[in-house]
């Protein structure tokens, strides 16, 4: 009888810690932003985390553009692979329940995109249709900085 009443504490406790850890994961842990953002409030090393990977998305968007300009398709497949889902893939779980659902999903989406426009530079797809993907893959750049800043927690 004991045992099985600290069976159910425990299996209580567990409940509560997913449910606990699944309302973060949607909501993430935000602010009111310092202009009319919301701000993700993050670890000062998580924010540098993830501004050094918008750094890469604007490298990698760079080098798409370069390469559809010298015609160079293999360039245009490097680049944009390197802003593809493999540089998402080392966010770890602290921070990802740290960031909002729409913020996660907006993120994903720019990976998905640009693995997408490697895949069609490798398969031989012609500059305006890359140019066309790249601008949709940019709408969501803008979608994302037009609602969020990042703060680091004090
Ligand atoms: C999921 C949301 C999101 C998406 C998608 C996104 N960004 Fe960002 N980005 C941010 C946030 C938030 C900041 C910080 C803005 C602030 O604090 O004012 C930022 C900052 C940046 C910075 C500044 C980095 C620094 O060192 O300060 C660059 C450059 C950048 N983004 C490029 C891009 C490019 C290029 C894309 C699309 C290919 C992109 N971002 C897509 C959210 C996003």
């Known amino acids: 009888m004991k045992l099985s009443k600290l069976a159910l504490l425990s299996l209580a406790l567990w409940l509560a810690t997913v449910a606990i850890f699944g ?10 932003g310092s202009d009319n953002r ?6 000062p090393v998580e924010r540098d ?9 604007l ?13 160079d398709m293999k360039q245009v497949a490097t680049a944009a692979r390197s802003g593809g889902m493999n540089a998402a893939a080392d966010v770890n779980p602290v921070l ?5 659902m729409p913020f996660k999903e907006l993120g994903m989406k720019v990976h ?13 797809k012609q500059a305006p249709e890359i140019m066309g993907m790249l601008t949709d893959t940019m709408s969501n750049c803008i979608a994302c900085h037009a609602s969020w800043q990042l703060q680091a927690a004090q």
């Not at 309302?23 to 009111?32: L, P």
């Not at 919301?38 to 670890?43: E, K, P, Q, R, W």
């Open 59 to 71: 490298i990698a968007t760079h080098g798409i553009l370069q390469g559809i300009n010298a015609n």
């Open 112 to 124: 998905h995109n640009m693995d997408d426009i490697a895949i069609a530079a490798e398969s031989g």
């Open 96 to 100: 990802m329940a740290k960031l909002p």
């Open 38 to 43: 919301t701000a993700v409030v993050l670890a």
């Open 49 to 57: 985390l993830v501004l050094t990977e918008m750094r890469g998305l």
């Open 23 to 32: 309302w973060f994961f949607v909501r993430g842990n935000t602010a009111s």
